[in-house]
């Protein structure tokens, strides 16, 4: 029973901020490098962030480079993107993933809406 579930997502005015969590479930996400991405409507799945699993080292697409944060917690299983100066154009599903030489691990995904 692997599973990897987001929460956090909901509606806010540009400018604003959320935070998302994603967290893991039949599996230790200790192992493994987390990442995020995001799909638009009509638009390719889009890179946003990793945290590597054991030197903790991060890297961000230049789209979000300075207003987004990933972050992990292995004692709660949980990674998170902290979202700050948000655009409409931050607008889309967005998705966790923990992968591994032998996982890859996808969650259902949660709406983000930038919207004035």
């Known amino acids: 029973q692997v599973q990897l579930v987001e929460s956090g997502g909901g509606t806010v005015q540009p400018g604003g901020s959320l935070t998302l969590s994603c967290t893991a479930s039949?599996?230790?996400?200790?192992?493994?490098?987390m990442n995020w991405y995001r799909q638009a409507p009509g638009k390719e799945r889009e890179f946003l962030a990793v945290?590597?699993?054991?030197?903790?080292?991060?890297r961000y697409a230049d789209s979000v480079k300075g207003r987004f944060t990933i972050s992990r917690d292995n004692a709660k299983n949980t990674a998170y993107l902290q979202m700050d100066s948000l655009k409409p154009e931050d607008t889309a599903v967005y998705h966790c993933?923990?992968?591994?030489?032998?996982?890859?691990?996808w969650g259902q995904g949660t709406q983000v809406t930038v919207s004035s």
């Open positions: 945290i590597t699993s054991a030197a903790g080292i991060t």
């Open positions: 993933n923990a992968r591994s030489h032998w996982n890859d691990y």
């Open positions: 039949g599996f230790s996400i200790s192992m493994n490098n």
